[in-house]
Structure formats: C-alpha cells, structure tokens
C-alpha cells in the first residue's frame, strides 16, 4: 500500500484544500438535517398531537370532547385559544351529555434520570384523581420505566384521594409510599425496583395537585350554573 | 484492524467483506468495540434490536460517504469529517426514529444520540471505508452492522430472559419465577458480555487447533 507516499505527498497540504473538505461537509450535514427536519417534522407533531389526545382520553375515561385552558396569575382559568400551546396546558374532557368528566392535567418534575413528564385525570366531583399517564421519560428501560407499564402501579391513580378541605386546601398531600405498605386512599403505593422513579411521581402528583386542584375544583364550583364551557365546541372528536 | 487482501479471487474477498464482521472481526465479541450501548441497551431484546438496527443504519450510511469523499478530505482534517458525517446521520436516524413512533423514541432515547460516539463507526470509517470503494464500504458495514445488531440482540435476550422473565415482553416463566434484578442493572451487562465472551473465545481456540 502507498499510504506513507499518500501522506507525505498531502504533507503540505493547503489550508484552502482543508477548508474547502470541512466547509464541503459541513454543508451537505446542514442540507441532510434541514431536509430530514421539514420532511419528518409534521408526521412526528401529528404523531405527538396523538399521543397527547390519547392520553388525554385514557386519563379522563368516558370523554369525547375535549377543550384546552391554563391558569393566569391570578388563579383562574382560562380557555387557550387554538394553537396556542404554550405552556403547560389544562384540558378538560367533556362526556356525549356534554358533561364534565374531568380534567386533565400536565404536570413535570424530576426523575431519576431526566425530566419526568405526566399527565393526570382529576375529577372535581368525587374529588379524586381517575387516570394516570406517562407523556415523557428516560428513566431506566427495565426499573424505573415500571411506572409507565407496571400495572399495579397505575391501579393507583383510579381512586386517588385529593379531598379539599373547608378553606380550599389540600386535605393530604400525595405521597408515594414502599410496594405494600399503602394504608390510606391519597397514598401510592411503589415499586421495588423503581423506587426513586414512583417517588418522583408522587412528588411531581403532589406538587402539582396542591397548585392546581384547589383552582380547578373552584372554576368547577362557578361554572356548575353558567356552564361557559359550552359556548364554544373547539374540537370534535368521533369516536 | 483492516487487513490486507491477498485472496486471489476478487470474488472471495468480496464475500469475506461481508463475512468477517458476522464472525472473524465481530465488532462486539472480537473487536470489543462501542462497549456503550453495548451494555446500556441490551437490557431487552426489543431495545437491543432496536438499537443494533439504527447503529447499522448509521455505520452505513457514513461509510458509504466517507468511502466517497475519501479522494476530497485531507488527512489532517478527516477525524472532523468523520464525527460531522456521523453526527448528521444519527440526527438524520433521531428524526426519522420519532417520525415512525413515539414509542420506540421513548425507550431507545437518549442512547440514539450516543450513537455519534460509537467508536466502531469512526473506526469503520478510518480504517476501511477511507481506504477502499464504495462497493466494498457497503459490504463492510453490512456485515459490521449486523454483527453488531446480532451481538446486542445475544445479550439482550439473555438479559431480558433472566432479569425479566420474559422474551420480547412476553412472559415464558410460570408465576413463580424470581427475576434477577441485577441482569437488567449495568452490572448484569457485563456478566452477560463476559459469558458471551468466554464462550466464543473457547469456540475460536477450539477452531484454531484443528
């Protein structure tokens, strides 16, 4: 082989020549990732969107219609206008009698490995929490990916106690406790082998529900007898 | 690592191109080479396949434009090169991933990025493609990359059978089986990589003396 001649010949090999491999290169990478981007990007939000709506159906059983809201400063909801979605956002479900399921809400926090992110089905009526969903997560595939799959897991969230007391307050906050040491109805009970990741669920639940269950058990008392969320039908969804 | 041809045929050595990374120069029981996913990703054969099947994907496609390029880059720059080819086609692969479902996105992750510092592909990259045609690259990669894929799914599969009880996500255990945890930690990896290992370097000492 000639590869020492090779290398001795390119020996002084120009800056221009050098110049022109990388920026040669670099180039055609940024015209590959660009044309990947724009190609796949609508299939991969559509595919996201549904993922989303999915959820948002098994959180919140029993729901056909579903309307999108946040809450501002000041502690009240608000309907979000189409294709805003910034944010994390509120989505109530609404039953075929045009009944309020309940809502559904994102919530994120802190795993064992990256950003935990979630989505939760709270009924305002029997003021517990009805589904449980995971959006987004890297937690470990085999241990602390159990909390998306393990089914004794997400038994949990059918029922799960977030009772408010007289002045508008948690009654309990949620917490996570060891696999078969559940003793009371706002408890989740864990698992052995995922512990730090089901921890984190109960924090990122309990967090999120002591902020947001008050405000939207509230906007459900209010709007129990002027019903603004039928005004509009934002989006239809045949089943 | 790459050796010199001196088969007569050209037909053999073609051949051979494909061959040697399924066996001879297998890039995980031979080479020991992108120990990282190797061991992060094997914990079921799903994401063993998975990922085996997107690393292929990489090492082809790179080594089908470096062995192309290779008369254009420079010696002093080519390593930069190498990595940009790289990178841009595991950003290519991540997008295309989550463009066919979120759920294999979900659990493969973090670890389609580490992609770009597989060092099987860069050493693929230097020590063949830059040097032979392009024909030949493709040939290469194939048979590296599905070496490489076969290697992760033969970890993956013990790993998941005895640290899970299952194959594929399908359970073959009655209820009663005791999962060892430890096979699906990191630790697990490498006993399953030294097993595999122990077995075919005895196979390959076997060989060598008959």
Not at chain 1, 101 to 109: D, F, I, L, S, T
């Amino acid at each position: 082989m000639s590869r020492v001649a090779d290398i001795e010949a390119q020996k002084p090999a120009n800056s221009t020549k050098m110049l022109r491999a990388m920026v040669g290169v670099g180039i055609m990478s940024a015209l590959l990732i660009v044309l990947t981007f724009e190609l796949t990007l609508p299939r991969v939000q559509r595919l996201k969107a549904e993922a989303l709506e999915k959820a948002i159906f098994s959180v919140l059983p029993g729901t056909v219609r579903i309307e999108a809201f946040r809450i501002n400063g000041n502690g009240q909801l608000i309907e979000l206008e189409n294709g805003d979605a910034s944010g994390s956002a509120i989505y109530a479900g609404y039953d075929e009698n045009k009944k309020l399921v309940g809502y559904a809400v994102e919530a994120a926090g802190q795993g064992y490995a990256d950003i935990i992110r979630i989505l939760y089905g709270y009924d305002p009526e029997e003021q517990i929490l009805i589904g449980f969903q995971v959006l987004e997560s890297k937690e470990t595939p085999g241990l602390g990916d159990k909390i998306e799959k393990e089914q004794r897991f997400l038994d949990n969230f059918k029922a799960l106690d977030v009772g408010l007391t007289d002045d508008g307050q948690l009654r309990n906050k949620v917490v996570a406790v060891k696999q078969g040491e559940k003793e009371n109805a706002w408890e989740i009970d864990g698992i052995t082998g995922a512990t730090i990741s089901s921890r984190a669920i109960g924090d990122i639940i309990a967090t999120s529900t002591t902020e947001v269950v008050p405000v939207l058990f509230h906007a459900n008392r209010k709007t129990d007898d002027t019903k603004p969320g039928q005004k509009q039908m934002k989006r239809h969804e045949q089943r | 690592m790459s050796k010199d041809n001196s088969q007569s045929t050209q037909k053999a050595a073609t051949t051979d191109e494909f061959i040697k990374g399924l066996w001879r120069d297998n890039p995980v029981f031979v080479q020991v080479l992108g120990m990282c996913p190797v061991l992060a990703v094997s914990n079921t054969a799903e994401n063993a396949l998975a990922m085996g099947l997107a690393t292929a994907f990489v090492l082809l496609m790179s080594n089908i434009l470096v062995s192309i390029l290779r008369n254009f880059i420079p010696k002093q720059v080519r390593i930069a090169s190498y990595i940009l080819i790289i990178a841009t086609f595991v950003t290519v692969t991540d997008y295309v991933i989550q463009a066919i479902s979120v759920e294999l996105h979900k659990s493969l992750g973090a670890f389609i990025s580490l992609i770009v510092v597989n060092c099987l592909i860069l050493s693929r990259a230097e020590a063949f493609a830059s040097k032979n045609t392009v024909w030949k690259s493709i040939l290469d990669a194939l048979g590296m990359g599905v070496g490489f894929t076969l290697a992760l799914f033969c970890l993956g599969a013990v790993r998941e059978v005895l640290g899970n009880g299952s194959i594929f996500g399908l359970p073959i255990f009655s209820e009663g089986f005791q999962s060892w945890i430890v096979m699906i930690l990191p630790a697990g990896g490498f006993f399953t990589l030294a097993a595999w290992l122990l077995i075919i370097n005895a196979v390959q000492a076997k060989k060598a003396k008959t």
